[in-house]
């Protein structure tokens, strides 16, 4: 009898973009030559895509989330208000 592919082991693709991207995070040295050389790349990427399909991204994950919105402007508004929060939040 044949086995269903299990969630964990279907897309293999998906399995491999996530080792190649924490292979690249895990070389840069330093906070900024990850975010130049992994995250701003990563989500010029995603914006390019998401951009030319109109689409309004939201991306929740365990530990982050990432927001596109419809209308440029937004990405200052979004920016301050997680960094006030941040500025705010209590000590844990």
């Known amino acids: 009898m044949a086995r269903k592919k299990s969630k964990s082991n279907a897309g293999g693709g998906a399995n491999d973009l996530m080792r190649l991207l924490a292979d ?3 070389a840069c040295k330093d906070a900024e030559s990850l975010n130049d050389e992994v995250i701003i790349p990563f989500v010029a990427a995603l914006e390019a895509v998401c951009g030319a399909r109109g ?3 939201n991306i929740f994950g ?4 990432i927001v ?3 209308d440029p402007g937004d990405a200052e508004a979004i920016y301050l208000l997680v960094e006030n929060f941040l500025d705010n939040k ?3």
């Open 24 to 26: 690249r995070m895990e």
């Open 68 to 70: 596109f919105t419809g």
């Open 62 to 65: 365990e530990q982050s989330n």
């Open 90 to 92: 209590p000590d844990e």
């Open 55 to 57: 689409y309004v991204l």
